[in-house]
């Protein structure tokens, strides 16, 4: 494994990360067993980085990960969120359940010793504000966080999905050490302004989704997914946009044959190639994915495979939104 700065800590992260959603939430069944062994598995790699929240499955994602994250506790550097609560305190916050954003100062409070609880440890690396709070000014979200640092309960800050102007205001309270937004070849909004905003700011910034959800790693069996996968009711899933993303995805798998590397090997390591201060956080329950994506530092892309990317792309645009109306409406748009 090759290691990476987090921005200007001092802290040395796997250039690679290991986003571990999921192992409980989201994606098919989960698989406990394998998901632990996937977890060992990572310790073995040298993947230090790995990222959950307490949204995913209701915090049941903390607890898998704390029976590794415990009896190895100074070899992980652990990133978790906060901010997504559900109406009536209970349900799934990916089909059916209804969710809301918290980023108030009350919350973060009780969110972090809840996470607290549920890692069973003592302080958290990385602490990111999940969503922006439209109720809640962001300099107050980021306040009470930075109230976290001081007693010892967090080390680092971070912010998900938030635009340049609220980044700005964020950073301008406190330092605010990573960005964690969507970023991979089929969703490059943050490529205008965000992405050089973490740089001109000396932040890291860490592409979640970096295989597009499965997609573009071409061996996910679209037509098949159960009703309680996430993917099944977003846009790229479906209907004109599934046709121009799986053939997009089988042009992408052909040039990634004639580099001798695998698709999603391909995609990661278009993600990094991006920006010296992005650290992907691929996500997979599969110690066989896991030790693939490990492999994509060692990928290397030349003038004309980016520019064969490039052409892909233009050849077949129609790859739609990347959230339904639902999810849409947390992403900060102020
Ligand atoms: N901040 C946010 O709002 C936010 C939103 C979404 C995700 N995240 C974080 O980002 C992490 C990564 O994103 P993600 O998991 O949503 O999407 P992703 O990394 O783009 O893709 C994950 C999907 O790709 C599959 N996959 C992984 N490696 C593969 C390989 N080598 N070949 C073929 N398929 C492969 C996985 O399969 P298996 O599941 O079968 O292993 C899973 O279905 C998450 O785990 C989560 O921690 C954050």
Redesign the pocket.
Known sequence: MKYKELAKTGEKLSAVGL????MSA???TPDDTESLSTLQYALDFGINFW???DI?ANGVNEELISKVLVPNRDKIFIAT?FGFRLRGGDGNAFVGGEAYIDASPKWIKQAVENSLKRLKIETIDLY?A??VDPNIPIEETVGAMAELVKEGKIRYLGL??CTAEDLRKAYAIHPITAL???Y?LLSRDVEKEILPLTKELGMTFVP???????LI?N??DVNSLASTDFRANLPRYQGEYLDNNQKLSAAFAELAESKSC????LAIAWVMAQSDNIIP??????RK?LE??AGAVDVELKKEDFETIEGLLKKYPNIGPRYSARENKFVDKK
Do not use: V, W
């Open positions: 986003g571990c959603m999921g989201a994606y098919g990222d959950t929240a995913y969120k990111y999940h969503r998900s999905e964690q937004s969507e991979s979640f989704a970096p295989l597009s959800r499965g790693a061996k996910l695998s698709p999603a090997q956080i691929p996500g997979t329950k599969r994915y693939e994506n």
